[in-house]
C-alpha cells in the first residue's frame, strides 16, 4: 500500500470566499474564543483509514479546533467506531 504523506495544515484565515469570511468573522465576533477556522487534522498518518468530514460543526471543532469533537456527529462517529471496531 502507498504511504500518504500529511497535507500541509490549511491556513485558518483563507480570505479566498467572501462568503465564507464573512461567516467566520460574524462567529468570532459572537463566539470570540472559539477555534473558528480549517480544522488541523490529527491521528496516524500510516493508518488503513481516512475519515473525512464535509465541514467543522458550529459548536463542534468550530469550537473545539479538533475534527469531530464536541458535538453530535462526533459523538456518533466515536461510538460507532467503538461499537464495530
Not at 480570505?15 to 470570540?32: G, H, T
Not at 488503513?48 to 475534527?67: D, F, H, K, Q, Y
Amino acid at each position: 500500500m502507498k504511504k500518504v504523506t500529511a497535507a500541509p495544515e490549511a491556513p485558518r484565515d483563507c480570505p479566498l470566499c467572501p462568503r465564507l469570511v464573512a461567516y467566520r468573522e460574524a462567529v468570532r465576533a459572537k463566539e470570540p474564543s472559539w477555534f473558528n477556522g480549517a480544522v488541523p487534522s490529527f491521528g496516524n498518518d500510516t493508518a488503513e483509514l481516512l475519515i473525512v468530514g464535509l465541514a467543522p460543526g458550529v459548536t463542534g471543532a468550530n469550537r473545539t479546533g479538533r475534527p469531530f469533537t464536541g458535538d453530535w456527529a462526533g459523538d456518533l462517529l466515536y461510538a460507532t467506531l467503538d461499537k464495530f471496531g
